[in-house]
T-cell receptor, first 109, second 112 residues
């Protein structure tokens, strides 16, 4: 069975304190790895798609990277508005997106 | 705004009742997914349709059913509702069935 594990479950950062979120996966035939941001009570907002090991994508203070076993979401100099739950999902074989449980990020001013 | 529209936003109903949730995908998207999100469960995949046909099935209860219509909108029907069915229900759509999916704002269902 495909597995997606995110760590840590929760992360509290001071404004400007850079850090990384981890998403490890065990799937056969990875087709894509996806990062989403979700605010409380809202739908997940698409951030990035990564398709192959070594690939990197950037958007403002966020940078996503991918290896054969895991992905990292690096947050550089975060601001309070970056506070949200960050979700990782994988697509493999013929199955639709399988999501991890997410990392709850709090950025304190 | 993702372009995916879900109605209603909120729904409160009694146990044993039946409700229908509606989803309009982004223009041009052929694939529609339904997910359930409870407090401690994360996003659980229920079912996927592609161009009107069922493509994949996840942990969807027999009391739940869905369909995608010729105009590509989709409906999720939940029947014989139980307290434990209270959750956020999300619809998502994508161009093809393996690409990134875009989510609607969800329907919050409360069963009392």
């Amino acid at each position: 069975e495909d597995q997606v594990t995110q760590s840590p479950e929760a992360l509290r950062l001071q404004e400007g304190e850079s850090s990384s979120l981890n998403c490890s996966y065990t799937v056969s035939g990875l087709r894509g790895l996806f990062w989403y941001r979700q605010d409380p009570g809202k739908g997940p907002e698409f951030l990035f798609t990564l398709y192959s090991a070594g690939e990197e994508k950037e958007k403002e203070r966020l940078k996503a990277t991918l290896t054969k076993k895991e992905s990292f979401l690096h947050i550089t100099a975060p601001k309070p508005e970056d506070s949200a739950t960050y979700l990782c999902a994988v697509s493999a074989g013929n199955t639709p997106l399988v999501f991890g449980k997410g990392t709850r990020l709090s950025v304190i001013a | 705004d993702s372009g995916v529209t879900q109605t209603p936003k909120h729904l409160i109903t009694a146990t044993g009742q039946r409700v229908t949730l509606r989803c309009s995908p982004r223009s041009g998207d052929l694939s529609v997914y339904w997910y359930q999100q409870s407090l401690d469960q994360g996003l659980q995949f229920l079912i996927q349709y592609y161009n009107g046909e069922e493509r994949a099935k996840g942990n969807i209860l027999e009391r739940f059913s869905a369909q995608q219509f010729p105009d590509l909108h989709s409906e999720l029907n939940l029947s014989s509702l139980e307290l434990g069915d209270s959750a956020l229900y999300f619809c998502a759509s994508s161009v093809e069935w393996r690409t990134e999916a875009f989510f609607g704002q969800g329907t919050r269902l409360t069963v009392v």
